[in-house]
């Protein structure tokens, strides 16, 4: 039977099913107009019964971050995967390639090393393992320089088990910019970086058998997708992850009006949590870092929002959030609040269960299937 939410023990995490449906159709329309494939980034709610959801909604396929999660949204049906990361190491290059003789599915390179591991365990396989370079585009992070992809894909093509399918970036700089028109001018410098590259080393590319030999150029993230950042021709793939649930982090980029307080409709997961103490200006709830994580929203203090009360979490202990300030007299002991975490992703990975709600009453308790996946 349906449960209340506020019979529910704190601190605990919950979806609204109604908000990340619209979540989907709204990512998927704007694939859909940009004329991409929307092959969405399941870091965030880690569990193949989303990802389905994102399959049914049109995308046509999904990521992970790690071997641990690739095999088990194999194992749970999944069958067009990529990895848009790095791996090194003979035993997860021999992982990979055995996923690849399960379902179709890529990984990304950014050194010879890894080429040559992967080369090394892919030969004699039965199918070719296929490969995507990662091109650094200003994110500063993975990826290699401009100037060294012709070399990974020759390697990658030389290779008799391996495909080389296109080339990838990550533009993560976009959660840092200061407004849309920033954001905007940023990603279309990624854009350009990324389609030069791609053009450059075109006779590299065996290209992707189910696009008829084109290669996959492929961009992604969730405040450019949320912010309706146009497409040039030539990007044929996008890789948001985010957007499903958002956080504080996205709310602004969510809000059409430019204010992130109309961005927080589209928050689909909170953490409930439970005052645990009111002492004239300060209020104590059950949920610390352990349930919120440390991490920073950009542009916001405090490490997370009482989305009812207007309201701040200005410090974190492991167990305990501290807000202080005006208005915290309006909160009541034993009151359990919604907290709209900075960033999602990680808050999903501590805990072992979300609670999904839908018209205010929780029908399905779903653990977290991805939960600690490290290699």
């Not at 200005?314 to 919604?338: F, N, Q, T, Y």
């Amino acid at each position: 039977m349906p449960q209340r939410i506020a019979d529910l023990p704190t601190p605990a995490l919950i979806v609204d099913l109604d908000r990340v449906d619209a979540n989907l159709r709204r990512a998927q329309d704007y694939a859909n107009a940009q004329g991409v494939d929307l092959r969405p980034h399941t870091k965030t709610h880690k569990g193949p019964r989303f990802a389905r959801a994102q399959i049914d909604a049109g995308a046509a396929g999904i990521c992970v971050a790690k071997l641990g999660e690739a095999e088990m949204m194999a194992e749970a049906g999944l069958d067009d995967v990529f990895m848009p990361n790095t791996v090194i190491g003979p035993d997860k290059a021999a992982r990979a390639v055995a996923l690849a003789e399960r379902v179709r599915f890529a990984i990304g390179v950014d050194h010879p090393e890894q080429v040559a591991q992967l080369a090394a365990a892919a030969e004699g396989a039965a199918r070719p393992l296929e490969v995507l370079v990662e091109v650094d585009v200003g994110a500063g992070r993975g990826g290699a320089a401009a100037g060294g992809v012709a070399e990974l894909l020759r390697r990658v093509r030389e290779a008799p088990g391996l495909r080389a399918r296109g080339v990838y970036a990550y533009e993560g700089f976009t959660y840092t910019t200061r407004d849309r028109d920033e954001l905007v001018a940023r990603h279309d410098e990624a854009q350009r970086a990324l389609l030069a590259v791609a053009d450059a080393t075109r006779p590299w590319l065996d290209g992707d058998e189910r696009r008829g030999g084109a290669p996959v150029v492929s961009l992604g993230s969730t405040p450019s997708l949320l912010a309706a950042v146009p497409l040039r021709a030539g990007i044929t793939e996008m890789r948001p992850g985010t957007y499903a649930f958002n956080d504080l982090q996205q709310a602004r980029w969510a809000a059409a009006s430019g204010r992130w307080q109309d961005g927080l409709a589209h928050a689909a997961a909170h953490v409930l949590a439970s005052v645990v103490s009111v002492q004239g200006d300060r209020a104590v709830l059950d949920a610390g870092s352990k349930a919120l994580t440390s991490d920073r929203a950009v542009g916001h203090e405090g490490h997370g929002l009482l989305v009812d009360h207007g309201l701040t979490i200005a410090r974190l202990s492991e167990e305990h959030g501290v807000v202080e300030g005006p208005g915290v007299e309006r909160l009541r002991v034993g009151e359990k609040i919604r907290v709209l975490m900075n960033h999602v992703c990680p808050v999903v990975n501590l805990f072992p269960v979300m609670h999904l709600v839908r018209g205010g009453e929780v029908v399905e308790a779903l653990p977290v299937a991805g939960r600690g996946f490290l290699v």
